[in-house]
């Protein structure tokens, strides 16, 4: 019961930052639209379209994940966990090594690990800590 009490706690706190930031970044948008009409009187802000996050093209193509995870996991020496895996792909792709990548990295790594344990190509070491250790099976 404390556990679920605490992670209420938790996402409130994370809620109520995450308003904090977009009460913020709102109005920094409201200051940057009256600085573009004071040089551009007939400027309308609804012109400007968002800005979409699109992954740079160096993440993947499709296949490419799971050549590349295969391909470490071939070569290593022993069992490696997701973050490792990750960190590897990270590293021969030339990506920022930044926490938010590494991150979304370990995911899509995971992603690639699930299915292909499912078929076969590779099993988990469960006896491990926080992450789990990946090798080919032979």
């Keep these: ?32 639209d009256a600085t573009l009409r004071l040089f551009a009187p007939d400027f309308v802000a609804e012109a400007v379209l968002p800005k979409v996050f699109t992954p740079p093209a160096s993440w993947s193509k499709r296949g490419e994940m799971s050549r590349a995870v295969l391909s470490i996991l071939r070569v290593a020496k022993g069992p490696l966990s997701t973050r490792e895996i990750a ?13 938010g ?10 992603h690639v690990l699930r299915d292909k344990r499912e078929k ?16 080919v099976t032979r």
Excluded: P
């Excluded at 019961?1 to 109520?16: C, F, N, Q, S, Y």
């Excluded at 979304?104 to 790594?109: A, D, F, K, L």
């Design 120 to 135: 076969g190509l590779v099993r988990s070491l469960e006896e491990t800590g926080l992450w789990l250790q990946w090798e």
């Design 1 to 32: 019961m404390e556990a679920l009490k605490r992670k209420r706690a938790e996402i409130t706190g994370e809620i109520a930052r995450l308003q904090a930031r977009l009460v913020s970044a709102d109005q920094e948008l409201a200051h940057l």
């Design 87 to 99: 960190s590897m792909v990270v590293a021969q792709r030339g990506l920022a090594n930044d926490s």
């Design 101 to 110: 990548i590494l991150n979304i990295m370990t995911r899509r790594v995971a």
